[in-house]
């Protein structure tokens, strides 16, 4: 059973508009969330986290929001470049849990198009 | 936040032969994990590997399959064991980094391995 989702295996945006990526959770002991980056050939790069305790994180052009009453998540890139172009992990913890096992989704592949 | 070496970056290896793979990290960390992303599914946890005592492993996975070694706190290695055609996967190993709000977990680029 799938833990995190993200539900649109693809994304394609114009350079310079917005790109919304989206993630959703089912385990309501989910209290810290990440976004990673990932260009083929190599490893995912951490982009950007947030903890339950926020609704909004903000890291240059990455925007992270987090809606729990949803199970919701999202992540905004203001403005896409096409650099951006790469496939994007949504991930999950629960930091109380004595693990630290990242549970991630399937990810969604954003295409920025120049 | 830390720099992950990792190699091999990518094998072909018949069935039935064991791949070790090693991740050095440019500082000392004291958790390493171990992951592994079969094609069109996700990042999965294998174990964590502990300094100085044995790996933790996830449910699914067990140490005669992937033993993991931790001899110091720069780095580890884990082998795929015995090897099958359903091993075909890329493997990650990756750290604890950063600090606060933007706590993370940074990745070494993943040995990507094809059992024939």
């Known amino acids: 059973d799938q833990q995190v989702k993200q539900n649109s295996p693809s994304l394609s945006v114009q350079e310079g508009r917005i790109s919304i990526l989206n993630c959703d959770y089912t385990?309501?002991?989910?209290?810290?969330f990440l976004w990673y980056k990932k260009y083929p050939a190599e490893g995912p790069t951490f982009l950007i986290s947030i903890s339950s305790i926020k609704d909004k994180n903000e890291d240059g052009r990455f925007t992270v929001f987090l809606n729990k009453s949803a199970k919701h998540l999202s992540l905004h890139i203001v403005p896409s470049q096409p650099g951006d172009s790469a496939v994007y992990f949504c991930a999950a913890l629960e930091t109380g849990a004595g693990s630290y096992q990242l549970t991630f989704g399937k990810g969604t592949k954003l295409s920025v198009i120049p | 936040s830390a720099v992950i070496s990792q190699k091999p970056s990518r094998d072909i290896c018949q069935r039935g032969t064991s791949l070790t793979i090693q991740c050095q990290v440019d500082s000392q960390v004291t958790m390493m994990f171990w992951y592994r992303q079969q094609p069109g599914q996700s990042l999965t946890l294998i174990a964590t590997?502990?300094?100085?005592?044995?790996?933790?492993?996830e449910s699914g996975f067990v140490i005669d399959k992937f033993p993991i070694s931790r001899p110091n706190l720069t780095f580890s290695t884990l082998t795929v064991s015995n090897m099958s055609p359903e091993d075909s996967s890329i493997y990650l190993c990756?750290?604890?980094?950063?600090?606060?709000?933007?706590?993370?977990?940074?990745f070494g680029s993943g040995t990507r391995l094809t059992v024939v």
């Open positions: 590997a502990n300094q100085g005592s044995e790996a933790t492993y």
């Open positions: 990756s750290v604890g980094a950063g600090q606060g709000i933007n706590y993370g977990y940074t």
């Open positions: 385990n309501s002991m989910f209290d810290y």
